[in-house]
């Protein structure tokens, strides 16, 4: 970054007050959003690029971000997602040979705006005690007057549809055509390497926008529905919830992840809530109750499924994966349907690979739908 930017302040303010000066890094600017925290230790390009951080400001717990520069591969969408971003250390030298671009240029290019060396630790503590709140950032507004006045115009995340804004726009299609495992995918803010791990596994997808008509998704004469992750509040989702009623009830096999797990789980009469300060990182423990085995899991959400009336559906419903830090649902499956979901990302990229188990239990459950 430039001598005179590294010299530049950016400054913070918190929903709760907490009012913080820090240096500049990326675009001058403005931004704003629910603050949450990641404690991936690496990963942050596939991070800034997931569309389930729509409207979200990052603050990351890795000390250092910036270090191995950017490269296009590593996107997981066409362009960063996040708002802005908060972290401790950030520089533009970069160790890694193979990378296109050091992360300040990049920032400018996609006009995120950043604030870096200040006390992170502290504010990952009080979001932790305190919950999920929305934030500012800014090198425009000085004054923690000025930028109360930016937050106050801030909408909440709950009640907030987002996955529309940041589904494909047209339809498109990946895979081989000849192949008979042909999957519907709902792009609610889907992530590349999820439809990478269906095509690898021999699926031709044809990716639709968030708020296509059942009608239409049935025309393509799918063997699977996939429904994918995204941001936003599931409740405020009626649109998608109609459409999965209609999956459900042509007895195709249908999983969902994230976003898509709290859409089946609604679709099932199962309410959803806001969770206190969600789950996002890449060492979530999560205990699979079909097999007994543990999983360390990525993950990326701040809303829930409500397990007790998940338990209170227990005819219908079975819980499949529970997280072994809270105990929150993290997996369900129909007992009168073919259809299952998760609440992480089994696809991981960053993150283990431990779940990716799943892709294989889909299609096989396709193939044998078929038979």
Do not use: W
Request: aromatic share 8%; hydrophobic share 35%; glycine share 8%.
């Amino acid at each position: 970054m430039s001598s005179t930017q590294a010299e530049n302040k950016a400054y913070l303010l918190l929903a709760d007050g907490t009012f913080i000066v820090g240096k500049a890094a990326g675009k001058e600017g403005t931004a704003t959003g629910e603050i949450c925290f990641n404690t991936g230790m690496t990963g942050y390009q596939e991070v800034f690029t997931d569309p389930s951080y729509y409207g979200q400001v990052l603050l990351t717990t890795n000390a250092h971000i910036g270090n191995y520069g950017t490269k296009d591969e590593d996107q997981e969408s066409e362009k960063v997602q996040i708002s802005g971003l908060i972290c401790k250390n950030f520089t533009n030298a970069y160790s890694r040979n193979l990378a296109d671009d050091a992360i300040n240029d990049y920032f400018i290019k996609e006009n995120i705006v950043c604030i870096h060396s200040i006390d992170t630790r502290m504010i990952v503590r009080s979001v932790r005690d305190k919950g999920a709140m929305n934030c500012v950032i800014s090198t425009e507004h000085t004054t923690k007057e000025e930028l109360q006045k930016v937050l106050d115009k801030v909408p909440s995340m709950e009640g907030l549809e987002l996955a529309s804004k940041v589904s494909t726009p047209d339809i498109y299609e990946l895979g081989d055509k000849e192949s008979p495992i042909r999957i519907a995918v709902l792009d609610f803010g889907t992530k590349r390497n999820i439809l990478n791990c269906l095509v690898q596994r021999g699926a031709y997808l044809k990716v639709f926008p968030a708020k296509t008509t059942f009608d239409s998704l049935k025309e393509f004469q799918p063997t699977g529905y996939f429904l994918s992750n995204g941001p936003g509040d599931p409740g405020a989702m009626d649109y998608a919830v109609a459409t999965v009623k209609e999956i459900l009830k042509t007895g195709v096999p249908l999983f969902g992840i994230c976003l898509g797990h709290q859409l089946l789980a609604r679709a099932l009469d199962v309410p959803t809530y806001k969770m206190h300060h969600g789950h996002r990182g890449i060492n979530h423990p999560v205990k699979n109750i079909i097999s007994g085995f543990c999983e360390i899991t990525t993950q990326n959400h701040g809303f829930g499924v409500d397990p007790d009336v998940v338990r209170e559906k227990s005819d219908l419903i079975d819980i499949t994966h529970v997280n072994l830090n809270d105990e929150t649902v993290e997996g369900i499956r129909t007992k009168d349907k073919k259809a299952f979901s998760v609440q992480y990302h089994p696809e991981a990229n960053p993150g283990p690979h431990d779940s990716r188990y799943l892709f294989d239990n889909f299609i096989n459950l396709i193939k044998e739908n078929l038979n």
